[in-house]
């Protein structure tokens, strides 16, 4: 009876641990499962917080090229204005024509005639350019009308043309196509044929041709272009000095100035600096250029530069002048650059030089 008793017992302790191992391994499962849950949670949330920011950027993206889309709208909405004045302009000049057409075959005038009469004017018109030109190679080196006073200065424009060296420095930045920046832009982008004859950089070159004629005829004189780099007109004048008697040389420069296409930004640094490669410093200098500099001796970081920025370029550029020496500004202005004029002033103030920003219809 005993021995019965004792293997009751020992059954009984046996289901226990039987329990208790099966439940112990359900409540492992459980822990397992749950800790699963939790980790593909965590992957989800970080999946989603991906795409979220994804599509965040794609939002910052479409904004940024909403700005670009409308500006561009903005550009074009101006293109389209100017287009219809310009279309304007033309048909009511060929109104005219057709009227001057109409009118000329009223009055019953001959075509021999006509033409017989313009070539009478033509004759005539090329024998007082042969006499200017004679009276002009005769007057080489000297204006039309002078005033000898001090400093032997120009008396209608103030400009002093006096001195042994004479450095002309021509602006041939990008800027000197127009007076305003979206037709600079607009010019950029056409045929170089026509960036050649736009009417700022014409006027710009006439002015330079003007120069070079009423320089001194004993005189030495050197014309450097400048953009971000800096160099004479003539490869081969380069470090050296041109007499002004040389008049193939005023020729040469002359040609191979309307050659050239205005392209790049402004540096002064550079255009100063290179004055260091003449044999001798200049005793008279003569800026044509349409504004301050939009970068110093190395381009700027960025796209874009401030007023203040081209101020102070400006300003550390002029320290590299030589000493004493007048600097004559001629200025061809551009829109959004006010503190140009009142810098450029002050430079030829402080020189002793002239400053002059001509009317569009000089020289």
């Not at 939002?59 to 550009?75: K, Q, S, T, W």
């Not at 191979?256 to 001798?280: C, D, K, V, Y």
């Not at 004029?341 to 002059?356: K, T, Y």
């Amino acid at each position: 009876m005993p021995r019965r008793k004792r293997q009751a017992s020992t059954f009984n302790l046996s289901f226990l641990d039987i329990m208790s191992c099966g439940f112990g391994a359900v409540v492992l499962v459980f822990l397992i499962i749950d800790h699963s849950l939790e980790i593909e949670i965590q992957t989800v949330n970080a999946e989603v917080l991906s795409e979220v920011d994804l599509l965040e950027e794609d939002i910052r993206e479409g904004e940024a090229g909403l700005v670009r889309l409308r500006n561009a709208l903005d550009d074009a909405d101006l293109e389209i204005v100017e287009a219809d004045g310009l279309a304007r302009r033309i048909t009511e000049e060929l109104d005219e024509y057709e009227a001057l057409i109409a009118a000329i075959e009223e009055s019953g005038v001959s075509d021999t005639d006509a033409v017989a009469k313009l070539q009478a004017e033509i004759n005539q018109l090329e024998e007082k350019i042969k006499l200017l030109q004679e009276a002009a190679e005769a007057e080489a080196g000297r204006s039309a009308r002078e005033f000898v006073g001090e400093g032997n200065r120009q008396y209608l424009t103030g400009l002093n043309l006096g001195g042994r060296r004479i450095a002309i420095m021509v602006d041939t930045s990008a800027s000197m196509l127009a007076n305003q920046l979206v037709n600079v832009i607009r010019l950029r982008n056409m045929d170089p044929a026509l960036q050649k004859q736009a009417d700022k950089w014409v006027r710009t070159l006439n002015t330079v041709d003007w120069l070079t004629a009423q320089l001194p005829v004993n005189a030495q004189f050197q014309v450097l272009t400048f953009n971000t780099e800096a160099k004479p007109v003539l490869a081969d004048s380069e470090g050296k000095w041109l007499e002004v008697a040389d008049t193939g040389k005023l020729e040469a420069i002359s040609a191979t100035l309307r050659e050239q296409i205005p392209a790049g930004g402004t540096s002064l640094h550079n255009a100063f600096a290179a004055l260091a490669a003449l044999p001798t410093p200049p005793d008279n200098i003569f800026l044509l250029t349409d504004g301050l500099p939009t970068q110093g001796t190395n381009p700027p970081r960025g796209s874009k530069i401030s007023g203040n920025d081209r101020l102070k370029l400006f300003r550390e550029a002029i320290r590299k002048l030589p000493s004493g020496v007048p600097v004559n500004i001629i200025l061809f202005p551009m829109e959004g650059d006010p503190m140009a004029a009142s810098e450029f002033w002050q430079l030829a103030r402080a020189s002793s030089g002239s400053f002059l920003s001509p009317s569009t219809d000089w020289p």
